[in-house]
């Protein structure tokens, strides 16, 4: 009977750890960013499968706020609200991969949910991954582009031109190189304003700021996580990263709770 209760205890307490369950349930007053990047099928052996999400998975996400009543909004949309509706949710896709356009868009228009994808414009490939991948993924095309557009579901932001980190760049003018141009590249792409943008992997200090506002932005999300609240810094907006590899549970405890383990 001891031993039993001492498999259990400890099997409760890892399991505690693993799933954060006991952290308080946030207010559903504030919206959830939610970050996602390729929407495809695993690699063999890929470190990168993190950031996909199977197409399987992506639906029963969307099929969960849909049956649940939640709100999307692009990004721009949201940040432009006098007031955080309950149960409002923003879904965004970084580096604007094809499989954005071939998996995720036919379930966004399934459910009639909007989405914000940030372009790196003008790639074909995401070439800046090379050393860390065995696997390349192909971007959006315009004509992809065009297709999402017209269904006015889908707001396309920047991501820079090249996504590298900022932080790394020193001379301001190729900084703003990055910025502007990708701006006005994402708007010859769309013909329209180009109001949201991402900064390659979270890295930004308060002259990238500066310069996201001085090129004319709107909003701009990083990779730290958390909820958004209306008196929060729309240039420096959190995200809830959802990951590949990752469970159902975890999904909804990051909706619910923030964070899923410890």
Known sequence: ????????????VSLSLRYNWWRKTH??????????HSISEHKINEKHNKWRIKTKDFDKQMKWFYDNAWSSY?????TSLSGIPEKSFVITF?????????????????????????????????????????YLSKLLDENQ??????????????????????????KLEDLEKEIFLSKQRVEELTKTEC?????????????????????????????????????DDVFAINRLGILGTESFIDFLLKIFKVRNKL
């Open 195 to 231: 109001k949201a943008f991402a900064y390659p992997y979270g890295k930004f200090d308060d002259r990238i700021i500066n310069i996201v506002k001085k090129a004319g932005y709107k909003n701009a999300t990083v990779v730290k996580r958390g909820l958004f609240d209306k008196t």
């Open 1 to 12: 009977m001891t031993t039993y209760i001492i498999i259990t205890v400890i099997l409760f």
């Open 74 to 78: 692009t990004i721009s949309e949201l």
């Open 145 to 170: 582009i065009k297709d999402m557009l017209s269904s006015n579901l889908i707001e396309f932001g920047s991501h820079t031109l090249s996504h590298k980190n900022l932080l790394r760049i020193e």
């Open 94 to 134: 970084d580096d604007g991969f094809e499989d954005n356009y071939i998996n995720a868009f036919p379930i966004l228009k399934k459910y009639n949910f909007k989405a914000t994808i940030y372009l790196v414009p003008l790639q074909n490939e995401n070439h800046w991954e090379k050393d860390n991948t065995s």
């Open 27 to 36: 207010n559903l007053n504030k919206a959830r960013i939610l970050m996602y």
